[in-house]
């Protein structure tokens, strides 16, 4: 199985909204990433899960907060977010740092 | 900052010739550099990694070359296909920076018919 999995698809929330994007892979990867890919713009790295732990975090705003509940899954958690949030957010995987990465189909998040 | 530009936005080529894709970096050293292909609303999909002390890889119609001292990489598909239009990124792991990782800004290839 070389799929990663992620919920929901679409997404629109309001400004005072709090929800929740799911990421789950089953191919014992240890270390998962969350994306934030604008139209035409590539993917920018959010954060770096590696074994569980929280590495990297590159200077994400408070309102996404990431967890790992465990070695297979990827939550990132969403709240007071802006208008200019609106992006798909892709989760990947890999079987380590420096690994080549399996992505997510994405969650196409609009925030009205 | 990272800097990472690729040739050109977009790429017209016609069917059966080889697309050649440049991604150019500054600043840093990167350990390794990959190519992902990405289609409008998919997530990326790897094609190829290549590491500082490799020169080329190739995987069937693909091959990439590296080189640390121009800081340049070049993504060649032969024989290309209308299948091979979508938008292919290279992506660079830099060790030096914390295990950072990067995605340059992207080409747009169109095969023609």
């Known amino acids: 199985d070389t799929e990663v999995t992620q919920t929901p698809k679409h997404l629109v929330m309001g400004m005072t909204n709090k929800k929740s994007l799911k990421c789950e892979q089953h191919m014992g990867h240890r270390a998962m990433y969350w994306y934030k890919q604008k139209a035409k713009k590539p993917p920018e790295l959010m954060f770096v899960y590696s074994y569980e732990k929280l590495s990297i975090n590159e200077s994400v705003p408070s309102r996404f907060s990431p967890e790992c509940p465990n070695s297979s899954l990827l939550n990132l958690h969403l709240h007071a977010l802006q208008p200019e949030d609106s992006a798909l957010y892709l989760c990947?995987?890999?079987?380590?740092?420096?690994?080549?990465?399996?992505f997510g189909p994405g969650t196409r998040l609009t925030v009205t | 900052s990272q800097k990472i530009e690729q040739n050109s936005e977009a790429l017209n080529i016609q069917e059966g010739k080889t697309a050649t894709l440049t991604c150019n970096y500054t600043n840093y050293s990167p350990a390794y550099l990959q190519w992902y292909r990405q289609d409008p609303g998919r997530g990326p999909v790897f094609l190829l990694l290549?590491?500082?002390?490799?020169k080329e890889k190739r995987k069937e119609r693909l091959k990439v070359t590296f080189d640390t001292t121009l800081k340049q990489s070049l993504f060649h598909i032969t024989a290309s296909q209308p299948a091979d239009s979508a938008t292919y990124l290279c992506a660079l792991d830099i060790l030096n920076t914390g295990n950072q990782f990067y995605f340059g800004t992207g080409t747009s290839l169109t095969v023609i018919p």
């Open positions: 290549i590491r500082e002390n490799e």
């Open positions: 990947a995987s890999s079987y380590d740092r420096s690994y080549e990465q399996y």
